[in-house]
Nanobody, 118 residues
Framework: QAHVAESGGGLVPPGGSLKLSCVVS????????MGWYRQAPGKQRELVAS???????YYADSVKGRFTISRDNAKNAVYLQMNSLKPEDTALYFC????WGGGAWEYWGQGTQVTVSS
């Protein structure tokens, strides 16, 4: 069974930066796409960014130009560099894994809280 663990959340003032990390451990045959979702109170969970093993990258319009997703395939890790943070970026951020590239996120982390506030 695979285990997904996020880290790096915290409290940051508007305009600040944070880098989230996610590592997948345990029994997993392959990893095609890794992504970051977020969910703010009272809102639906939304896909923020994802990166496939072939290099295809997706960003939500709301974070384009501010967030950067990267991967270290040797470590089964994915990162999210978040710059120019805004209060509306406040949410619980989840790491997700699509093993086979079929569009199904089979594995999820517990989430890491990001709060943007002065």
């Amino acid at each position: 069974q695979a285990h997904v663990a996020e880290s790096g959340g915290g409290l940051v003032p508007p305009g600040g930066s944070l880098k989230l990390s996610c590592v997948v451990s345990g029994r997993i045959f392959s990893i095609n796409t890794m992504g970051w979702y977020r969910q703010a109170p009272g809102k639906q969970r939304e896909l923020v960014a994802s990166k496939s093993s072939s290099g295809y990258t997706y960003y939500a319009d709301s974070v384009k130009g501010r967030f950067t997703i990267s991967r270290d395939n040797a470590k089964n890790a994915v990162y999210l560099q978040m710059n120019s943070l805004k209060p509306e970026d406040t949410a619980l951020y989840f790491c997700a894994v699509d093993s086979w590239g079929g569009g199904a996120w089979e594995y999820w982390g517990q989430g890491t809280q990001v709060t943007v506030s002065s």
